[in-house]
């Protein structure tokens, strides 16, 4: 009982702080208006930096200010946070703090759901916190692979669109933008990273270093391959339709063959199923009546 009013008490003391943090999260507009009233010239840029834009990202700056040296612990285990975030969509600096945040709080919580099995209460309280501490990092990896995934099977459908529509008298930049808002809806992965192509262009960055900062991003083997063959053909002048038509026949033969791949592993897959679990069944309804026939029959020969 006295583990059970423990437990209950931390989670309620942790569901109060939660909740006091989100609703005294600081408003853009009254720390600008405090600003300006002490006399201070801050840079536009940094302030639109270091502020929050959303209640969770608050929430999460003072989850963050809470416990800033277990922070840089965290945080210092993996160096390339902000990389991994961006391979899974999330672009935003203010997303880093969220992502720590939640891997601090969840091995708390981990914890105290394991107070409540009283019966192994250290295991659970172990288990529950290094659950809680790697399950944000699972996560991610899940998010990023699936977005990588969906890059690839969209990509070679994108280069026919690009192919369609340089055919049709777009040039290559035109052709992303259409192709970006043709496929905002069956890949829209893709589709954001043409655009954001097409943005930093706007902005005055190069064709090629664009290109180049989308195989960065995304790290797959196909998006490199893809960008080596504009950047080749920007540079030497060859016609760009003919060598994305070629390269999009390519990747689809590839992306057949991986399917061929992938069904012929199915049976062996099936194998171990099959042996566990369907076969014994199989063994007991088929086989199970027969004994117990011949174990009534040896009885009866017995008397």
């Known amino acids: 009982m006295t583990i059970f009013l423990i437990s209950a008490a931390v989670t309620i003391f942790l569901l109060v702080v939660v909740v006091l943090v989100m609703l005294t999260g600081s408003d853009p507009v009254e ?62 600096p203010e997303h880093v703090e969220i992502f720590t945040a939640v891997k601090l709080l ?4 981990g914890i105290v759901v394991g107070t409540f099995f009283a019966s192994n209460m250290v295991t659970a309280v172990l288990v529950g916190a290094v659950a809680g501490f790697f399950l944000p990092d699972l996560v991610l990896s899940y998010l990023v692979t699936r977005r990588q995934t969906n890059i690839r099977i969209a990509l070679p459908d994108a280069l026919d669109l690009l192919v369609i529509c340089m055919e049709a008298g777009l040039g290559i930049d035109q052709a992303m933008v259409r192709v970006g808002e043709e496929m905002a809806v069956t890949a829209p992965s893709l589709a954001e990273e043409f655009q954001i192509i097409n943005r930093e262009q706007r902005a005055g960055k190069p064709r090629l270093d664009a290109w180049r900062s989308m195989a960065e991003r995304l790290d797959i083997e196909f998006i490199r391959q893809f960008v080596t063959m504009l950047v080749q053909t920007e540079r030497f002048g060859t016609p760009i339709a003919n060598a994305l038509g070629v390269f999009a026949d390519t990747l689809r033969s590839r992306r057949m063959q991986h399917a061929e791949e992938v069904a012929a592993k199915t ?31 040896f009885q009866e020969l017995a008397k």
């Open 31 to 92: 720390a600008r208006l405090m600003e300006v009233s002490a006399c201070t010239a801050p840079d536009a840029g940094s302030l639109m930096a270091d502020t929050p834009s959303t209640g969770l990202a608050r929430a999460a700056a003072k989850i963050m200010s809470f416990f800033k040296p277990f922070g840089g612990l965290v945080s210092g285990f993996d160096q390339d946070l902000a990389y991994k975030l961006t391979l899974a969509g999330f672009r935003k």
């Open 106 to 109: 969840l091995p708390v919580v």
């Open 267 to 297: 049976g062996v897959k099936l194998l171990f199923p099959l042996v566990l679990f369907i076969f014994p069944s199989i063994f007991v309804v088929s086989l199970g009546p027969a004994i117990i026939n011949l174990q009534k029959m």
